[in-house]
């Protein structure tokens, strides 16, 4: 069985710091790796994804993440935080089916003014 | 945002009720996905259609049920609702073909409340 774990429930960090949000993952073969973001009264926006490749994936509004396979990691990460970015932060595996996302159980990002 | 729409956005129902929830997929989708999203916990996988035919199922009873039309949408009806079924329910579509599947769009969910 594949799992994800989201080691913080929340993360707190300055508007212009830079931020990781921390993703472990397990699952048997390559992983599909996905993060997620989710704004209060909303569904989930997709954020970036790794198939293959560079560990360095580069997803929407700045954000990037950085797959690592030894330390079966996924983290989100991004330069420098905006008060917009607070959400609440989801990775999800994929299983080796294609139908079926497994998430974490979600970092809730406070970036302060 | 993206183009999967569900429909009601609220709803309140009596323990043991029926429920029906519906999600429009987005544009050149053919396969949709539900989840069920717990107060303070992340989603939970309940099944997938694809091809108008149930495509792997989560850890959730047989009352949990779907459909899947001509046209790629879906409709999750949950009979006998329980207490523990109030949740945030999540629609997702993606494209399903050539040994693959493109990323899962989500629709902004319908919260059903069990009273």
């Known amino acids: 069985a594949q799992s994800v774990a989201q080691p913080e429930d929340q993360v707190k960090v300055a508007e212009g710091n830079p931020l990781t949000v921390k993703c472990t993952y397990s699952?048997?073969?390559?992983?599909?790796l996905f993060w997620y973001v989710q704004y209060p009264n909303r569904g989930l926006q997709f954020l970036l994804k790794?198939?293959?490749?560079?560990?360095l994936v580069k997803g929407s509004y700045g954000f990037e993440a950085e797959f690592n396979k030894s330390q079966t990691s996924f983290h989100l990460k991004k330069p420098s935080a905006l008060v917009s970015d607070s959400a609440l932060y989801f990775c999800?595996?994929?299983?080796?089916?294609?139908?079926?996302?497994?998430f974490g159980g979600g970092t809730r990002l406070m970036v302060k003014p | 945002e993206t183009g999967v729409t569900q429909s009601p956005t609220h709803l309140i129902k009596t323990r043991g009720q029926q429920v029906t929830l519906r999600c429009s997929s987005q544009?050149?989708?053919?396969?949709v996905s539900w989840y069920q999203q717990a107060l303070g916990q992340g989603p939970q996988f309940i099944f997938q259609y694809y091809r108008e035919e149930e495509n792997g199922r989560g850890n959730f009873p047989p009352r949990f049920s779907g459909l899947q039309f001509p046209n790629y949408s879906s409709e999750l009806n949950v009979n006998a609702l329980e207490l523990d079924d109030s949740a945030l329910y999540l629609c997702?579509?993606?494209?399903?073909?050539?040994?693959?599947?493109?990323?899962?769009?989500f629709g902004q969910g319908t919260r059903l409340t069990v009273v």
């Open positions: 997702a579509s993606s494209l399903r073909g050539g040994g693959g599947s493109t990323e899962a769009f």
């Open positions: 999800a595996v994929r299983n080796n089916a294609g139908n079926m996302l497994t």
């Open positions: 790794y198939i293959t490749g560079d560990n």
């Open positions: 699952v048997s073969g390559n992983p599909y």
């Open positions: 544009s050149g989708h053919n396969t």
